[in-house]
């Protein structure tokens, strides 16, 4: 298999910089300072490559969104922040290949005319933060980095900042309201970071991965980048599988191949022989998939979509069949509900609705009704937040009901089943456009509630 | 410029303009916790999504900008947008907790309203009120503002007023998701002099004022527009009031005045001027109360002895706390009654204060409301100031004093200024007083007549920007206290054997005819245009001539 980020991750030595430089690492800045900025962000456009922090954006044309405004900096921000569950590829290669990171950094800031970068670290990874501050050292000392970069005369300069352990730091406009020193609460856009991003100033956004890429397509150019993976996922995607498997861990793999193939040969195939449940392929804020369903999916963003998931950040999650849907899923919800930023109102209320109705669902208390609504709960979350954290948040609700009904259902009580649904709730049904309940069920409802009970 | 189409209407507005701006300007309600006209938009409640064609999603309305050609649809006509904001609804009651009985925002309160509303509003209730999360309650954050973390809708409008407006960023949000809570750092308490702000954005019951809670349901109350009379700066105001007692007073919107703020001394100012120290009847010399009748001949005498135009001279010292009519209608009786007459108001350096800032946002230095109009009409134009009365008091200069007195209602009367009004009255041998409140300095006048306070008497005072606006009286004057405007024309009434007609319209076109800075300004658009307007020359200046006689 064809490795891009991984060449020399195996060997310990490789966090040091003169083990790194024997192997090429910096050639790829070189390369970069030898050209002009714009013609590096050709490269990278003509490469493919898409960002590797979820979204799958093309990397080069997010730089050529950036404006310079003279007088006002622009800045470079890597988000290692890597908070997504059932994700760590980027602590993989912040521990193992700082340099590459460095580099990636490096090109990416020059290509934007950026003088600052800033990696922006999930707290968690404070010994992460002191191997990269070694090697910002070393590249400093050598004169790779800071003033004049390898003689260039382009200066930058890098620094780490740590975050405090929530994973809405890790969304962009979090990630740069907290690098603010605010509460990471998200920003509505318009305006984009591109225009208005840290300290009101044109900002790109990388992922650690997709940063990580770029060394590769400065040394060997975008047509060799290109030729592997698939035709609109070029390249390789590193994978973090964990869950029911035998040799969990981030393995690199060509875009376009076969997901169950990794499953199988690089992870050692589902754990003490058991049979493959359901796969999440990107992280939990993706839509799962069950066995049937993973069976024919790639590894690239075209045929995740296809089967009604995404890459995402290829954290990769596999469930064996002893797995019980609805506490996994309980797990999921509970996650988001504790990491919603609270800021805006469906995601602070439904994150929290959700994962409590789920939660009296596996304690046996579920109602009739409850898996209703916590669909119409998602669908009043979707579409209507200020960030991606709300949406991601239903994938996994609704796939999971969507496609193992049968398991949240066995939970309910029997009567919760056989009762109509406004029996079970503590107060009397009353009108409303959007309140069903016919009149038969209103003139037998024992409890009565004043009309606006809701209040 | 953009052309936007809102259920069918259509608008043109500038470039930058967001959807709910248009929307407002159109007079089509859109529902809104977290968006202020006069605070920066943040998007956060998603209560004002709206359906915009060719969008595969609904977008908010306040952080959205125009483009041009835009057609939206507002949950009024789109089933799209009433179901996701009736979603977002429904979301934020789900916490809510079932306080409207005990609440002091009910009848005021944007959920009870959004929630009653047909188009958008009402939906039947999943959740039972034993799953509610339970955050603070009666938290306490100083003199002014009590919180209630249950209620709060997290639209942050409190925060940003602290953080963009009044700068003293002293509330923020703690924890995450649902279990978000409002606190001070540390739980201080509010040191913040535009605090009683917080309340009046708080769209729930979530921030109450301290000074109104458990008062009066807000349905009980008169509203009445008026202008407070704190300082120079002449914040906008609406005083609500319940059978004769201010309950509360909060901010009327003002873009070029005080945008939608006012500071906690101006709010509290009604508790002075309607205080325990007020005159309530005439007064001689003696001690004795008089019958206004008496008090009038008596006035009338001391003045000028029954006889229009004497010799001898007068002092007539106005305040720059009353009404432009008030101080329209002194003048003149000093034109009509004496032959030499000076007239003055300065008791301190109120014209150099006058456009002196306290703060950055709203405080000037003058603690009087006036100050300009009483330039303006012409009190100040000679060599004076109250120093110089004293002196030539003494030295028997002048044979009478008419002084029109209100104690500022921010801070007290400098002891110079109310040690200079002592001696005065004491060296004229004649002196009549109009004033609110009893006061020491006062008591020596030969006759105190008691007048009307702040929210008592309506009429224009003039801005430290030469704004003339109107201010509304709220409430009659306590005992036998009358109107300046009333007494002054009983006065005027003694020497033109003619009633003058005291409405305040035909006291305003008056007014606009002696002012040539207020010439072209009518009382119509004065109480039309949130009971204000503008010189049309723009704003005048401390030694400008402002009178244009008779
Ligand atoms: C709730 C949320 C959490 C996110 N967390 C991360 C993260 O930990 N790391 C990351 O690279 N991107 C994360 N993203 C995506 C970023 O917002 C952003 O799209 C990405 O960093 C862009 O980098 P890329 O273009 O290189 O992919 C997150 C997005 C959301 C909505
Ligand atoms: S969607 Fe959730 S995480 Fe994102 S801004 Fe809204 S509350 Fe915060
Ligand atoms: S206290 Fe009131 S103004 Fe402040 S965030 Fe809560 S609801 Fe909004
Ligand atoms: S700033 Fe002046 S006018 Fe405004 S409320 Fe305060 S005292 Fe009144
Ligand atoms: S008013 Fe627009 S999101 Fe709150």
């Known amino acids: ?455 | 410029m953009p052309l936007v189409t809102i259920d069918g209407r259509q608008i043109e507005v500038e470039q930058g303009t967001s959807v709910i701006q248009a929307a407002d300007r159109l007079g089509v309600e859109i529902p809104r916790f977290c968006y202020h006209p006069d605070l920066r938009p943040e998007g956060n409640c998603r209560m004002c999504l709206v359906e915009v064609d060719g969008y595969a999603r609904p977008v908010v309305a306040c952080a959205t900008p125009v483009a041009d050609g835009m057609v939206v649809h507002s949950p009024h006509e789109s089933a799209t947008a009433s179901q996701a904001v009736n979603g977002v609804l429904e979301f934020l009651l789900v916490n809510h907790p079932l306080d409207c009985p005990i609440c002091d925002q009910a009848g005021e309160c944007s959920l009870q309203d959004f929630y009653m509303h047909p188009d958008y509003g009402l939906h039947e209730s999943h959740v039972d009120p034993a799953e509610k999360v339970h955050k603070h309650k009666r938290v306490d954050l100083g003199p002014r503002i009590v919180l209630d973390a249950e209620r709060c809708v997290m639209c942050s409008r409190c925060v940003r007023f602290s953080a963009e407006v009044s700068g003293y960023a002293e509330v923020q949000f703690v924890r995450r998701g649902n279990r978000v809570e409002l606190v001070t750092f540390e739980d201080r308490a509010l040191e913040d002099p535009y605090a009683g702000n917080l309340a009046d954005v708080c769209p729930v019951g979530a921030l109450t004022s301290r000074d109104f809670r458990f008062k009066r349901r807000v349905w009980h109350l008169e509203s009445t527009d008026a202008i407070c009379a704190g300082c120079s700066t002449g914040c906008n105001v609406r005083i609500d009031h319940f059978k004769g007692k201010i309950e509360r007073v909060v901010p009327r919107r003002n873009p070029s005045v005080n945008r939608s703020w006012i500071c906690d001394e101006g709010r509290l100012s009604h508790e002075k001027a309607q205080g325990q120290d007020r005159l309530l009847h005439p007064r001689g010399a003696d001690g004795g109360e008089l019958s206004w009748s008496e008090a009038i001949a008596r006035a009338d005498a001391l003045l000028r002895g029954g006889r229009a135009g004497v010799p001898g001279r007068a002092l007539l010292l106005g305040s720059a706390s009353a009404t432009n009519e008030s101080l329209l209608l002194l003048r003149r009786f000093g034109e009509l009654a004496f032959t030499q007459r000076t007239m003055d108001f300065r008791l301190g350096n109120e014209p150099e204060l006058v456009d002196a800032r306290e703060d950055h946002l709203l405080r000037r230095r003058d603690k009087h409301p006036n100050t300009m109009g009483a330039i303006h009409l012409g009190f100040a134009a000679q060599e004076g100031g109250l120093p110089l009365h004293v002196r030539a008091a003494e030295h028997d200069a002048y044979a009478a004093l008419l002084l029109v007195y209100h104690p500022p209602l921010v801070g007290d009367e400098s002891p110079e200024a109310a040690g200079a009004l002592e001696r005065l009255i004491r060296a004229v041998p004649a002196s009549v007083v109009l004033t609110s409140h009893r006061l020491p300095f006062l008591e020596a006048a030969t006759l105190l007549l008691p007048v009307a306070a702040w929210a008592e008497e309506e009429g224009t005072y003039t801005n430290y920007q030469g704004a003339v606006q109107f201010t509304g009286q709220a409430l009659r004057a306590p005992g036998a206290a009358r109107s300046a405007v009333a007494i002054l024309a009983d006065l005027l009434e003694r020497v033109t054997l003619r009633r003058p007609d005291t409405s305040p319209k035909t006291l305003f076109v008056e007014l606009a005819q002696a002012v040539p800075a207020y010439q072209g300004l009518s009382f119509a658009t004065l109480s039309s245009r949130s009971a204000i307007a503008y010189p049309p020359e723009g704003r005048m200046h401390y030694g400008q001539e402002g009178f244009a006689g008779r």
């Open chain 1, 1 to 455: 298999m064809p490795a891009i980020l991984t060449r020399h991750t195996d060997d310990p030595e490789q966090t040091e910089l003169d083990v790194a430089q024997r192997r090429g690492a910096y050639d790829g800045l070189r390369e970069a300072l030898s050209r002009s900025p714009d013609e590096v962000i050709a490269e990278v456009e003509a490469s493919g490559l898409r960002g590797r922090g979820g979204a799958g954006f093309p990397t080069g044309r997010k730089w050529s969104f950036i404006r310079p405004v003279p007088g006002q900096p622009v800045y470079l921000l890597c988000n290692a922040d890597e908070s997504e569950p059932g994700t760590f590829k980027d602590h993989y290669l912040l521990r193992r290949d700082p340099h590459l990171v460095l580099e990636g950094i490096a090109i990416a800031a020059y290509a934007i005319r950026a003088h600052t970068a800033y990696i922006y670290m999930r707290g968690e990874y404070a010994s992460l933060a002191e191997i990269m501050a070694k090697a910002i050292r070393e590249a400093q000392g050598a004169g790779i980095l800071g003033e004049s970069c390898l003689g260039s005369g382009y200066d930058l300069r890098v620094s780490i900042q740590l975050g405090a352990g929530a994973y809405i730091c890790g969304e962009e406009t979090g990630l740069i309201q907290s690098l603010e020193g605010k509460r990471a609460y998200p920003r509505v856009r318009p305006p984009f970071p591109a225009v208005h991003g840290f300290l009101d100033s044109p900002t790109v956004i990388n992922n650690v991965e997709t940063l990580a890429n770029l060394p590769f397509i400065m040394t060997e150019g975008a047509a060799r980048f290109a030729a592997l993976g698939t035709d609109r996922s070029p390249g390789t995607k590193l994978i973090s599988i964990s869950g029911a498997v035998a040799r969990p861990g981030v393995y690199e793999v060509e875009m376009g191949y076969p997901l169950l193939e990794l499953l199988r040969h690089e992870a050692g195939g589902v754990r003490l022989g058991r049979r493959l449940k359901a796969v999440i392929p990107g992280g939990t804020s993706v839509p799962v998939l069950t066995a049937e369903e993973a069976a024919p999916v790639m590894i690239d963003y075209e045929s995740m979509q296809a089967a009604g998931t995404l890459l995402g950040s290829g954290g990769t999650i596999v469930f064996d069949e002893g797995t019980s849907m609805p506490e996994a899923l309980l797990r999921i919800a509970e996650f988001y509900a504790h990491e919603s930023c609270g800021e805006c109102t469906p995601c602070r209320e439904g994150t929290g609705w959700m994962a409590w109705v789920l939660r009296r669902l596996v304690q046996g208390e579920g109602r009739p009704g409850d898996l209703d609504l916590l669909l119409r709960v998602g669908h009043n979350i979707e579409g209507r937040t200020i960030c991606g954290l709300g949406d991601a948040s239903v994938q996994p609700v609704r796939s999971f009901i969507q496609k193992f009904r049968e398991e949240f259902e066995a939970l309910l009580p029997r009567e919760a089943l056989a009762a109509p649904a406004w029996q079970m709730h503590g107060h009397g049904p009353r009108t409303g456009r959007f309140g069903p309940p016919g009149e038969e069920a209103a003139l037998s409802d024992p409890v009565e509630g004043p009309p606006n009970a809701a209040l």
